[in-house]
């Protein structure tokens, strides 16, 4: 009985961390086709920019669907989680859009080849290494939590000075994220006793938290390399 346990973790197991890296491809694609419609047409950029309740409103809806994913995941069904997930997906693609219109084509996709180098040692790293990076993870988490507050802050003073300070803080912040959680998705999906939908739901929400983590990491190594137009 142990041994066939053992052989169904060991085919589980690298399949649902496929799912994890499939699941944040498809939803970057999403987001990158969702920036480069908005980008086509200034029309759809102007109007994010200039309409202030409609730029709000989809930052606030953003942060809903994030809480709610990862808070109620376990509640929903896996096709309603994934579609959520697809929206987040779309939604941040018109976010972004006002951002990278700011930079030259150029320096974005520069900056998406190195942001995905980065993103992709990072989480080797974290998949491959015998260390527990769960002190590391804490203490970045707490660093997050003052990266927010900073940025918050320098809405109202618009230091530039902050502002490059948060840009650097944030890369280091988000690399580091990224080792310890593809790390903490490995160990909750080896915990994984059969890929049944409950395992699933724990891909999903891995694969949402790396696409967040890939997300912040490009948008800060963005604003410290990306050219301006």
Excluded at 37 to 65: A, C, P
Excluded at 78 to 92: M, Q
Excluded at 156 to 166: A, K, P, R
């Amino acid at each position: 009985m142990i041994n066939e346990q053992e052989g169904t973790l060991a085919a589980a197991f690298p399949a649902l961390m496929r799912k994890v890296y499939l699941w944040m491809t498809l939803a970057l694609a999403i987001t990158g086709v969702t920036s480069m419609v908005v980008l086509s047409n200034e029309r759809f950029i102007f109007t994010i920019l200039e309409n202030q309740v409609l730029f709000w409103g989809l930052i606030i809806g953003e942060l809903v669907l994030v809480f709610v994913i990862s808070g109620m995941i376990h509640k929903m069904s896996i096709t309603t989680a994934t579609l959520l997930f697809v929206l987040y997906s779309v939604i941040n693609g018109l976010t972004l859009s006002p951002l990278l219109y700011a930079f030259t084509e150029t320096s974005i996709a520069k900056v998406f080849f190195i942001t995905a180098g980065t993103f992709g040692v990072m989480s080797l790293i974290g998949y491959t290494t015998k260390t527990d990076l769960s002190s590391i993870g804490k203490i970045l988490f707490m660093a997050l939590i003052g990266l927010i507050i900073a940025t918050l802050v320098n809405l109202f003073m618009h230091s530039s000075t902050l502002d490059l300070i948060i840009s650097y803080a944030g890369v280091v912040i988000f690399v580091g994220l990224t080792a310890w959680d593809t790390q903490k998705i490995k160990n909750m999906l080896a915990t994984c006793e059969e890929p049944n939908e409950q395992a699933h739901k724990i891909a999903l929400l891995g694969s949402l938290t790396l696409y967040l983590d890939f997300i912040n990491l490009f948008i800060y190594l963005l604003r410290i390399l990306g050219d301006r137009k």
